[in-house]
């Protein structure tokens, strides 16, 4: 009878030889048992079925990146790299290239119009009714360091009363007494039955500006006046324009000539 030792170490000497005479894959073989393998992880989806035709489903793919649209029309364009920086908006805008230059700071104010005009206006106050109305201006002369000139420029404002026109019957004779132009000379010429006219006529409280090339102040002005039977006076002022105002003419508004009984009168004009 076999002790139970004995009986146990046969048993495993029986196994030992059983695992010694199994044979062992082969270390370089590629292609190990199927069952030695570790399981693959599966698709999840379905197995497409054989019979259905439909074709098999394409593997997850990245979407399509969206075509260029161009430049955001919401956007301004870039700035143009050969235009330079953009303008400062605390700057003001640029300034316009017909405007010339700007003013330089350090040159002080600008120049202002100079005193070229000189304004005659009518202070007769009651119309005799013999001839034309108010003063009958035949020219003025200015006579600045030795050269006398005339004015340029008429600027006409015609007063009340009768002052000839062209179609006007007598005593008018048909010749026109209010035309500006024509004292647009020294006077020289100065005769009550000319035609064309060597005077105008400005009428009741009428007036008439007229240009010189040059700024009167530091000139003698002499004004030549057809005297008729009754005086006409009339006041001279110095002026940047044709129209009286105290901050445009000389002596504050105040005239530099006056001529209280009518005729021929002269005023030296003062510098501002």
Do not use: K
Not at 70 to 88: E, F, H, L, T
Not at 192 to 216: K, M, N, T
Not at 243 to 264: M, T
Request: hydrophobic fraction near 30%; aromatic fraction near 4%; charged fraction near 25%.
């Amino acid at each position: 009878m076999r002790s139970p030792l004995i009986t146990s170490t046969l048993a495993a000497l029986l196994t030992a030889c059983a695992v010694a005479q199994s044979p062992l894959p082969d270390a370089g073989d590629p292609d190990p048992p199927r069952d030695m393998l570790p399981p693959l992880d599966r698709d999840p989806r379905p197995d497409p079925d054989p019979d259905s035709g439909a074709p098999d489903p394409e593997p997850d793919a990245a979407p399509d990146p969206e075509p260029d649209s161009g430049p955001d029309p919401d956007m301004a364009p870039p700035p143009d790299p050969d235009m330079g920086p953009p303008p400062d908006p605390d700057m003001g805008p640029p300034p316009d290239p017909d405007m010339g230059p700007p003013p330089d700071p350090d040159m002080g104010p600008p120049p202002e119009d100079p005193y070229t005009w000189l304004i005659i206006v009518d202070d007769t106050q009651v119309d005799s009714n013999a001839g034309t109305a108010g003063i009958d201006l035949c020219g003025v002369a200015a006579d600045c360091d030795g050269v006398v000139e005339p004015a340029v420029q008429a600027d006409y404002i015609q007063g009340d009363g009768l002052v000839c026109g062209p179609a006007d019957p007598d005593p008018c004779s048909g010749t026109a007494r209010d035309d500006p132009s024509a004292a647009l000379d020294i006077g020289a010429a100065c005769e009550a039955g000319s035609s064309p006219s060597d005077y105008v006529s400005l009428g009741l409280s009428g007036q008439i500006g007229l240009r010189f090339e040059r700024p009167l102040p530091g000139c003698t002005v002499t004004v030549f006046e057809f005297a008729g039977r009754d005086d006409e006076p009339y006041d001279a002022y110095v002026c940047r324009g044709p129209i009286l105002s105290a901050e445009d003419c000389l002596l504050d508004g105040e005239p530099v000539l006056r001529a209280r009984l009518g005729g021929d009168a002269s005023a030296d004009i003062p510098q501002p």
